[in-house]
């Protein structure tokens, strides 16, 4: 059972930096083809980034700081929460986490 407190602010759904970089996109009115076209990106692959489907890269946060000024590091921050936010939640790294918890409180 998940124990919830007044303080925990932890958000409710996982906040994908490819959301950040398509709403920027759809802000600037500029297609995602012709983007990744200039841009010389697949169109696969910043699809996928940006619907969440493919992480997002240390290259690829430097790509979009050079293409639209958003800033690599955030990027890159926001890739690294979402992915502790998302492992957190899943059962079978919570199960062994739970294990290694008891292994150490016997040591």
Partial sequence: MEKITANNTES???FYPGELIKDELEYRKI????FAERCGFSYT???????GKR?????FAL???AA???NAD?????QTEYNLQVARKNNK???KLEEIRKIAAML
Avoid: C, G, T, Y
Wanted: charged share 25%; aromatic share 4%.
């Fill in 12 to 14: 409710f759904r996982p």
């Fill in 31 to 34: 297609r995602q083809k012709d």
């Fill in 45 to 51: 692959a910043l699809n996928e980034i940006l619907n």
């Fill in 55 to 59: 992480p997002l890269s240390i290259e």
């Fill in 63 to 65: 790509l979009i700081e």
């Fill in 68 to 70: 639209l000024d958003i």
């Fill in 74 to 78: 955030m990027l890159v921050r926001m």
């Fill in 93 to 95: 790294i919570i199960s």
